[in-house]
């Protein structure tokens, strides 16, 4: 039997899986430290939720693994986190607003495989449902920067509004919005060629193109992209802009293309993307959907917002940096001392460090070819001479040199590394 994974899936050996975890912890950190508090829901979701008209829509439907349970039920693998948040507030009214949460799971997608896009990964959603107020926004791009600062990215974060898409469409008298909308956001990946000649072949004339383009390309700071629009365009969406822009500089962008490609966003939506251009996706996004919720409740207006950070992306832009092959801090190597060395490496785990022992009886030699592999910072050799002088030798991996300690400064040496 020929052994594969599934196709657009991956595994992740340790020196992966380190980097994924620190990138989680980092999210978590910064999330919490807004007020969001954590939620969990199901990867199987029932195929009418996801489904339902004011989900993703028809694009990310196509993409949607389905199947069904021994009772033929019609169930699918959550695509996004957004779906299943607006189902549990639906189906929790008791819930207190405005809700702040946060998730990171995995999600499901049927599409085409790249490097940077897989069918099995992980979103890292933070979202606020309750708030139609435009500080809501504000917040999560705060948020967003934070995340940047804190993992050392240099990225852009892209704004746009889909009312301004919108009346661009009604300014350039377009019938079908929402399929010229997904057309001129991808402006970024194809240039204005490229989404000139998308929009010919969905049929729009070329004073449609000529309005649409002539929006979309404008030049200049954010103030001269938004004067100009105004001009010809002075509508809700314009001055929503305005508002949210004046709490930032330019490290927040209005790009009047933006459009992200869900159907369910009703106002902002926002883009990650790194400032020089090397990846061909964006590291996260999100914006506002103040009706998917509502909708599935059954009742009014429920307004939300939310920004979500792509695991994979995020990692494999970080991978390019020197990372860690091991969480392991110091090797214990007993040397004719097996129990005594057991009951050190506990006190060292004790005192928080994290402790590994030799468990096959190697030679030195070859204990110290798997320490020097693994890039464990030190290894402890515990011998019946050390035991005589209550000293415990270590060997500091980088440096080559070694030392006759006691424990108690050996777990402060480490400590003051970490």
């Known amino acids: 039997m020929r052994l594969e994974r599934a196709k657009g899936t991956e595994d992740y050996p340790p020196e992966k899986k380190i980097l994924r975890d620190e990138v989680v912890r980092t999210l978590m950190r910064v999330f919490e430290k807004y007020g969001f508090d954590p939620l969990e829901t199901p990867i199987l979701e029932r195929y009418e939720t996801l489904s339902a008209k004011y989900a993703g829509g028809a694009e990310i439907l196509k993409e949607t693994f389905k199947l069904k349970d021994q009772g033929n039920r019609n169930l699918g693998l959550r695509y996004d986190l957004t779906v299943p948040l607006a189902r549990f507030i639906a189906m929790n009214p008791q819930i207190s607003f405005p809700f702040k949460r946060y998730q990171i799971e995995k999600v499901f997608r049927d599409g085409p495989v790249t490097k940077a896009r897989i069918r099995e990964f992980w979103q890292c959603d933070v979202d606020i449902v309750g708030s139609k107020s435009i500080l809501a926004d504000v917040e999560l791009i705060q948020l967003a920067l934070d995340v940047l600062k804190a993992l050392q990215l240099k990225c852009a974060i892209k704004v746009n509004n889909r009312k301004l898409l919108n009346e661009i469409m009604e300014y350039a008298d377009v019938k079908d919005p929402d399929s010229a909308i997904l057309g001129i956001d991808k402006l970024y990946k194809i240039g204005e060629g490229g989404v000139e000649k998308e929009l010919q072949e969905k049929k729009l004339s070329k004073e449609q193109i000529k309005k649409i383009m002539e929006i979309i390309s404008v030049r200049g700071s954010n103030k001269e992209k938004l004067d100009k629009i105004q001009k010809k365009i002075d509508k809700e969406g314009i001055k929503e802009l305005r508002e949210i822009l004046k709490y930032f500089n ?48 059954g009742r009014g207006e429920i307004p939300a917002t939310g920004i979500s950070f792509g695991l994979e992306p995020l990692t494999l832009v970080l991978s390019q940096r020197k990372t860690k092959k091991t969480n392991v801090q110091v090797f214990i190597v007993p040397i004719k001392t097996t129990s005594k060395s057991l009951a050190i490496a506990k006190k060292l785990r004790d005192a928080g460090i994290k402790t590994d022992i030799d468990l096959i009886d190697r030679s030195i030699s070859k204990n110290l070819n798997y320490a020097n592999k693994k890039e464990i910072p030190y290894v402890l050799f515990i011998g019946e001479k050390e035991l005589k002088l209550k000293k415990i030798k270590i060997r500091d991996m980088k440096s080559g040199n070694e030392k006759l300690l006691s424990l108690s400064e050996v777990i402060k040496k480490i400590k003051k590394k970490d």
């Open 250 to 297: 330019e490290d927040v962008e209005f790009d009047p293309a933006l459009a992200r490609g869900l159907s369910y966003y009703t106002g902002m939506v926002f883009e990650i993307v790194l400032k020089n251009k090397s990846l061909g996706c964006s590291l996260g996004g999100g914006g506002r959907y103040d009706n998917m919720i509502g909708s599935f409740a």
